[in-house]
Nanobody, 124 residues
């Protein structure tokens, strides 16, 4: 069983930055591919970024490429999402997700474990 707890969301002005964290309670965190998804109000959940076991391979949605950075600290069992140059369209509830194995996906159904989400609101 994997439990994921996100933190770091909040209200920020356009152009600002936020850093999200996701703490995992699992013995073998380093054996999970991790990802961030987001769900804007009234819309479906969408892929943001993913990171493989070692942290050396990362993948991003086109909408956040060059502005967001996903990273992980396996020793601390923590996933991060550094968000810079935030835009009002980045407003959403952000979710941390875990998938066992070293194989990433941008599909919601590919991930087995989810956090409760943290709200990010970007004002114009």
């Amino acid at each position: 069983q994997v439990q994921l707890v996100e933190s770091g969301g909040g209200l920020v002005q356009a152009g600002g930055s936020l850093r999200l964290s996701c703490a995992a309670s699992v013995r073998t965190f380093s054996e999970y591919t991790m990802a961030w998804f987001r769900q804007p109000p009234g819309e479906e959940r969408e892929f943001v970024a993913a990171i493989m076991w070692s942290g050396r391979s990362t993948f991003y949605a086109d909408s956040v490429k060059g502005r967001f950075t996903i990273s992980r600290e396996n020793a601390k069992k923590t996933l991060y999402l550094q968000m810079n140059s935030l835009k009002p369209e980045d407003t959403a509830n952000y979710y941390c997700a875990a998938r066992y194995g070293n194989n990433w996906s941008e599909l919601v159904q590919a991930y087995d474990y989810w956090g409760q989400g943290t709200q990010v609101t970007v004002s114009s």
